[in-house]
């Protein structure tokens, strides 16, 4: 249990009023526990003494009184290998495992880990004893599906830092030390596949921000003609009820010339985004004439998702998208993804040429608990 603990002293709907004695931070993660059920929220405003928290469940017998732990982190998601052609709840939970845990109605206070702790990775190094790095930098690499997922050194890493120790190539999950590095007043610390990352704070470990230069080929005449989209860039499909918004972003995250589809949804009906996965599974990627994925009858799952957190729509869909290396921007609650990259830009340490051969160090941000 933590040791900064408030108590609620009012609640409206999902959102609740914290006293707390010590310091608190805004974003700060906190757990509102009810009997024995922790459930997760994030601190949004502070006046004075007092702390107002999203909740991100249910807030079903919540009460005035009831205890609040402060976690002392900011909401943050994991990046490493594994997250492709996975379905995530907006607070990251994999929610074809979650649904194998709590059945067909998920269980609020339920928060399992993104990225599979058993699965083991074939890891080629690429940094050496001795080596000085900075933040961002390839240590190694492993195959996820066609690309080359590389292991950085943690962006939250600042200054320069030696290598002193690096695995040899072999078979690791993701918790496995790959190396221990060293900066220069002594600081040791040890890297795994995997790092977490604030889903608020920008991701900068890139030399410079580069301008989008070429045309995203969507394979709809009329936008490629008529509203042409730039790679790398963003736009948005406005329109009332019924005017064929979901249609034209389902339309264009099928048949787009990318190799990563990004889908973050808010507000869309869960029938919709089910179908829209399922198609994936089916469509032939031109390039390796295979099909692009598989779904499971988990998803039906996806449609008893529903209340948990619903501002995805703005964070989850904006950070989810870790702006590519030559990615497409996502279409509205969409999106389009030519390879992932440490942020808004081209990473200039990264191999230039064919975007497919670039690394992958994982989806940056993501935000709140609903994701469809």
Not at 329 to 351: D, K, W
Request: aromatic content about 6%.
């Amino acid at each position: 249990m933590s040791d900064n603990v408030g108590s609620i002293v009012g609640i409206n709907g999902n959102l609740i009023t914290v006293k707390f004695d010590n310091p608190v931070t805004q974003s700060e993660v906190g757990y509102a526990r009810t009997g024995e059920t922790a459930l997760k929220a994030e601190v949004i405003r502070i006046r004075g003494e007092n702390a107002e928290l999203q909740v991100f469940e249910d807030t079903t017998g919540l009460k005035v009184g009831d205890p609040v732990e402060f976690s002392g982190n900011l909401l943050a998601v994991e990046l490493g290998p594994g997250l492709l052609a996975q379905v995530f709840d907006g607070l990251q939970n994999p929610l074809p495992k979650l649904a194998e845990q709590c059945g067909f109605f998920l269980q609020r206070g339920t928060y399992l880990k993104a990225l599979d702790r058993e699965k083991k990775w074939t890891y080629t190094p690429r940094a050496r004893k001795g080596d000085e790095l900075t933040a961002g930098d390839t240590l190694g690499t492993v195959p996820e599906g066609i690309f080359e997922h590389r292991i950085m050194v943690p962006f939250r890493l600042t200054g320069k830092w030696r290598v002193e120790e690096a695995a040899a190539a072999g078979s690791y999950n993701v918790d496995h030390v790959v190396a221990r590095l060293r900066n220069e007043r002594g600081d040791i610390r040890p890297v795994t596949m995997v790092q977490e990352w604030p889903v608020k704070v920008p991701i900068k470990a890139y030399a410079e921000r580069k301008r989008p230069v070429e045309p995203l080929v969507t394979k709809v005449r009329i936008i490629d003609t008529f509203f042409p989209v730039a790679r790398g860039g963003v736009y948005c499909i406005p329109g009332p009820f019924g005017a064929g918004k979901t249609v034209l972003q389902q339309i264009t995250s099928r048949h787009a010339d990318v190799d990563i589809v990004l889908v973050a949804a808010c507000g869309e009906r869960a029938g919709e985004v089910v179908e829209t996965l399922r198609e994936f599974s089916e469509l032939t990627d031109p390039h390796r004439q295979e099909p692009d994925g598989t779904y499971d009858d988990h998803l039906q799952h996806l449609f008893h998702a529903g209340r948990r957190a619903r501002s995805i729509g703005l964070h989850g869909g904006d950070d989810l998208r870790v702006l590519p290396a030559d990615g497409a921007e996502c279409p509205a609650a969409g999106g389009l993804h030519q390879s992932l990259g440490p942020g808004p830009a081209r990473n200039e340490r990264s191999p230039r040429g064919n975007p497919r051969r670039r690394g992958l160090p994982g989806l940056s941000r993501i935000r709140d608990r609903r994701l469809l």
